[in-house]
């Protein structure tokens, strides 16, 4: 079982940046497939991207694909999701993730999760 802690999110306009972090805090850091989910008010909680343990493979829902990239930094048991262009509809609260050997874009199948943090885009 690991612990996750957010942080980064806020308010910016259209076509801003922001880059949210995860720490994460546990034992086996390096064998746990760690993601960024989110969800908007009255909406299931949706896959954003995620990255494999082994391979750091990544993979993203295709409304993020070139805006965001998720990595991690092995050494600070962190995971970042650095977004840019954002839109109106990035608009959520996004959470972390962490499932450990098994990657997927089902929220219901990760193990861990952070409490989130909000983000907020406006025109």
């Known amino acids: 079982q690991v612990q996750l802690v957010e942080s980064g999110g806020g308010l910016v306009q259209t076509g801003d940046s922001l880059r949210l972090s995860c720490a994460v805090s546990?034992?086996?850091?390096?064998?746990?497939?760690l993601g960024w989910f989110r969800q908007a008010p009255g909406r299931e909680r949706e896959f954003v991207a995620r990255i494999s343990w082994s391979t750091d493979s990544t993979y993203y829902t295709d409304d993020v694909k070139g805006r965001f990239t998720i990595s991690r930094d092995n050494a600070k048991n962190t995971v970042y999701l650095q977004m840019n262009s954002l839109r109106l509809e990035d608009t959520a609260v996004y959470y972390c993730?962490?499932?450990?050997?098994?990657?997927?874009?089902?929220?219901?199948?990760?193990?861990?999760w952070g409490q989130g943090t909000q983000v907020t885009v406006s025109a």
């Open positions: 546990g034992r086996f850091f390096n064998s746990y497939h």
């Open positions: 993730a962490a499932n450990r050997f098994v990657g997927t874009s089902n929220p219901a199948q990760w193990a861990s």
